[in-house]
């Protein structure tokens, strides 16, 4: 019975997503893939597609895959062998960067990063941000990679010590937070980052509900530019994923005055329907881009990391923090290569 009631189900979500990404992003239509599972929700008729990606990742073994990205740092693929550090000055995030700091990465762009499930760990997306930090980033992550990823979203579960770090750390706070030490480290003599980064190029990006502390932690002036990853940004109407209320201070989308990206993992991403929406509220204030690639879902990116999804944010970063001309060629004009390429589903709003 649960695989009749599976079967049917993805052939009413593809048909219905083919008729809207027909008329809105896609020129054919999009059918759940072969291995996908999905799941219906039986109180709520929510609809939950599970990429074969991602029941891959979750077969590789979490646990022992954790374990073994805390013992050895990922150098990651770029010019920049990276490193991974955790500094006792801030007992409260972990710091990705090229090792030795060389003199050829030049000064550094800061990337401030807010993690899935606003987890107080970085340790799911070691390997995606060593490979941003291997091609010139000084990153700085939320949380400790001694901190249990979080299971559940409770910052003091039964049995967590009040004593320990939370498991979870929400807001804005925590990411401006590693932009005031790395201001403050960057101009004291003696500091081993003294001088070693570019703070007027600032970014800040977070996945699924680090979405959510990076459009927080976005009315900060330092910050150039921001991005959501598997996430949206709230509009007058709509608030953070699927029937949240619209946040009622008025900081919303439409007021957007930085470049921003959003990242998403095609219709099996449950950030995509509230990113449709969130990307056709933004004003002509501020070029903005979406781009998806239906590949990896909502969590699939990130574990190698996918080459062609590192690939993507890190020409983003180029381009809006490095001003690469190479960066810029993916996604602006009639011919960037994400226009060109058949894996995603791109689109470009106020981008020249």
């Known amino acids: 019975m649960t695989k009749s009631v599976s079967i ?9 997503m083919s008729s809207r990404l ?8 999009w059918q759940v893939p072969e291995g996908a599972r999905v799941t219906v929700d039986r109180a709520t008729g929510r609809v939950t ?18 374990d073994e990205w805390r013992k050895t740092p990922a150098p990651g693929s770029g010019p920049f062998k990276a490193t991974r550090v955790e500094d006792p000055t801030l007992p409260t995030h972990t710091l990705y960067y090229p090792a030795g700091l060389p003199a050829a990465a030049g000064k550094l762009p800061v990337v401030l990063w807010a993690n899935g499930g606003c987890r107080n760990t970085s340790v799911e997306f070691t390997t995606f941000l060593a490979e941003l930090a291997s091609r010139g980033y000084f990153i700085v992550a939320i949380g400790r990679n001694d901190v249990p990823f979080a299971t559940v979203l409770s910052a003091y579960p039964p049995g967590r010590n009040p004593s320990d770090p939370p498991l979870v750390v929400g807001g804005g706070a925590p990411m401006l937070a590693g932009l005031d030490w790395i201001t403050k480290e ?52 709509v608030g953070f994923g699927p029937g949240a209320s619209a946040p009622t201070d008025g900081w919303t989308v439409e007021r957007l005055a930085v470049p921003a990206a959003y990242f998403i993992g095609g219709p099996g991403d449950l950030a995509y329907a509230p990113s449709q929406a969130s990307f056709a509220a933004v004003s002509d204030s501020a070029p903005v881009i979406k781009a998806n690639l239906p590949l990896v879902g909502h969590t699939g990116a990130y574990r190698e990391p996918h080459p062609e999804w590192a690939a993507a944010v ?15 060629a993916m996604f602006a004009g009639e011919d960037c290569s994400l226009c060109k390429n058949p894996n995603w589903w791109f689109e470009a709003k106020n981008v020249r």
């Open 186 to 237: 960057n101009a004291r003599p003696g500091s081993a980052y003294f001088d070693k980064v570019d703070l007027s190029k600032a970014a800040a990006l977070g996945q699924s509900c680090g979405g959510r502390q990076v459009w927080e932690a976005a009315r900060d002036p330092r910050i150039k530019a921001i991005a959501a990853l598997n996430s949206s940004f709230p509009t007058r109407q």
């Open 8 to 16: 049917v189900a993805a052939s009413i979500l593809a048909v219905a």
């Open 22 to 29: 027909v008329a809105q992003q896609a020129p054919t239509a």
């Open 314 to 328: 890190s020409a983003w970063l180029d381009w809006q923090l490095k001003n690469d001309a190479k960066g810029k």
């Open 49 to 66: 597609i599970t990429m074969p990606r991602e029941l891959s990742d979750r077969a590789a073994g979490g646990a022992a895959r954790f």
